[in-house]
């Protein structure tokens, strides 16, 4: 079993959309939850952390942690081409390393 | 806003050759991270950096890589006799502390020829 999993998608949604995006885990220990973007060939961008159960939202994107279904999720709100890029889940424990998943692939179309 | 600088952006570099990857950290930032990324792979996890010494390694950072600060600004990843399989693009990551999130430079793109 993965540690992080992510659907590779890609996952395409029209323009104004909603894009969700999911991502499991396997460790009960995770306690940090962290939501990057990188575009082809570009360096992982910060998009969203969390860390209690619940929603939280940060203009157009909203995470979701469900610890007890091992399960984070990403929201994006009027999805924009520029959204086009592959979301990275990441994982941390009570160590430092974050622990990605393959990410997936979001295409927005006009 | 502060960024993580890296350099150079591309090193293309002889099997068995020594390569050192330069890194500056955000200024405040405590933390210091290195991960790399093989082409069409996940991004992993090297090592961790902390008041001057390793914190944490993963198996893939064996006795060919170091790390080190040799000032107060730079953080370099040393590997020293680099193999075709260490082609992959580099990234150095900072932290203001332990649990805060981990921001990422552009990174370095190793060729091994």
């Known amino acids: 079993q993965k540690e992080v999993e992510q659907n590779s998608g890609p996952l395409s949604v029209p323009e104004g959309a909603i894009a969700s995006l999911n991502c499991t885990y396997s460790?009960?220990?995770?306690?940090?939850f962290f939501w990057y973007r990188q575009y082809s060939g570009k360096s992982p961008e910060l998009i969203m952390f969390i860390y209690s159960n619940g929603d939280k939202e940060d203009g157009r994107f909203t995470a979701q942690l469900n610890k007890a279904s091992q399960y984070v999720s990403l929201l994006i709100r009027d999805s924009q081409p520029s959204d086009s890029a592959t979301y990275l889940c990441a994982v941390k424990k009570d160590t430092d390393k974050l622990i990605f998943g393959t990410g997936t692939r979001l295409q927005v179309f006009p | 806003e502060p960024e993580v600088t890296q350099t150079p952006s591309h090193q293309v570099t002889q099997m068995g050759q020594e390569v050192i990857l330069r890194c500056v950290p955000i200024s405040n930032h405590l933390y210091f991270y290195w991960y790399r990324q093989i082409l069409g792979q996940k991004v992993e996890f090297l090592v961790s950096f902390y008041n001057n010494e390793i914190s944490e390694k993963s198996e893939i950072f064996d006795d060919q890589f170091s790390v080190e600060r040799p000032d107060g600004s730079n953080f370099t990843l040393k590997i020293r006799s680099t193999k075709l399989e260490d082609s992959a693009m580099y990234f150095c990551a900072s932290s203001r502390g332990a649990n805060q999130p981990q921001h990422f430079g552009d990174g370095t793109r190793l060729s091994i020829l």
């Open positions: 460790d009960r220990g995770s306690q940090s």
